[in-house]
Nanobody, 126 residues
């Protein structure tokens, strides 16, 4: 059974940094693109960042481009989201997601992702 487990969320002051991790198990991790999404209270889930199966291609939402960095370590079956210069509007539950096996393109479309983690809360105080 496929499982994604996020960690690294927490409370941070504006301007600070956090690194989220997503550990995958139960599937060929290196054969699919991975993404990070977030959902703030009262808002729809939105795309944050995605990375191809090899790590050679990435996509970012305009709101985080230049501040967040997505990366992956296929040997550890883990994808990361380094978040710098955090703002109050980055406050949300952050979700890790995986595309199906063989789908290597880092899509920005929520519906292209088959497997989701349980989410980790990020709170940025201003």
């Amino acid at each position: 059974q496929v499982q994604l487990v996020e960690s690294g969320g927490g409370l941070v002051q504006a301007g600070g940094s956090l690194r989220l991790s997503c550990a995958a198990s139960g599937r060929p991790f290196s054969s699919s693109a991975m993404g990070w999404f977030r959902q703030a209270p009262g808002k729809e889930r939105e795309f944050v960042a995605a990375i191809s199966y090899s790590g050679g291609s990435t996509n970012y939402a305009d709101s985080v481009n230049g501040r967040f960095t997505i990366s992956r370590d296929n040997a550890k079956n883990t994808v990361y989201l380094q978040m710098n210069s955090l703002k109050a509007e980055d406050t949300a539950v952050y979700y890790c997601a995986a595309r199906v096996v063989g789908a290597g393109f880092p899509s920005t479309d929520t519906y292209q992702y088959r497997t989701w983690g349980q989410g980790t809360q990020v709170i940025v105080s201003s």
